[in-house]
């Protein structure tokens, strides 16, 4: 069953913010791979957070002046709540460089950071499809998936920190660094969740 669009600017916004959340997913994996102009880098990435927060205030207010809104009013706002927090987390990924005074970046943080980038990949390709809910039950299966797997690679790169790292603060930086990586792949599978509820309301 398709949703009825009673206002097709819900879904231009959350598209939007799909794409600037990918945007800056692009960009963390860049800082990672090419550990040059820091500070540069970081700014820009802050920029797309700060954009990203214009579009969830124009989604509230929007939803605050709708009547009848093209899906369930909780949901609307859940959804713009949850890709707020994944855009946010990558921000705050990329801010914790500049904050621990981060000289190189582990392949392990690297290889989280393409974990979200596909993540946020996913989320793009998801929200495209709000207006045919049926149609997004496989993508959220795969950020569950994706999850589980930045999850275990969280786990072996603490690992290697605590065998490897003689630097105690080292350790309690990359600790901190991975666990934010990971977390912003938490807050993808509650984008997942959210959309889960959608397409169960719509059946």
Avoid at 63 to 80: C, V, Y
Avoid at 123 to 146: D, G, S, W
Wanted: glycine share 2%; aromatic share 6%.
């Amino acid at each position: 069953m398709q949703l009825i669009p009673r206002d097709e600017k819900f879904y231009d916004l959350f598209r939007e913010q799909a794409q600037n959340i990918y945007k800056a997913a692009k960009m963390l994996v860049a800082l990672f791979e090419d550990f040059q102009e820091v500070e540069k880098q970081v700014s820009e990435i802050k920029f797309v957070e700060h954009k990203g927060d214009q579009i969830t205030h124009a989604l509230m207010m929007k939803l605050n002046r709708t009547f009848i809104t093209p899906f369930d009013r909780e949901d609307i706002h859940a959804l713009s709540s949850a890709l707020d927090d994944v855009l946010d987390l990558v921000d705050a990924a990329a801010s914790r460089t500049i904050t621990y005074k981060v000289k190189k970046v582990t392949p392990g943080a690297q290889q989280l950071s393409r974990v979200i980038l596909h993540g946020t990949e996913i989320i793009v390709k998801a929200v495209a499809q709000l207006n045919h809910p049926q149609n997004m039950l496989e993508y959220c299966e795969q950020l569950t998936l994706l999850e589980e797997e930045a999850d275990r690679i969280k786990g072996e790169c603490i690992a290697r920190l605590f065998e490897n790292s003689g630097d105690p603060i080292e350790v309690i930086k990359w600790k901190e660094i991975y666990e934010v990586l990971e977390a912003t792949t938490d807050k993808c599978e509650d984008v997942a969740d959210v959309l889960e509820s959608v397409v169960l309301k719509a059946a």
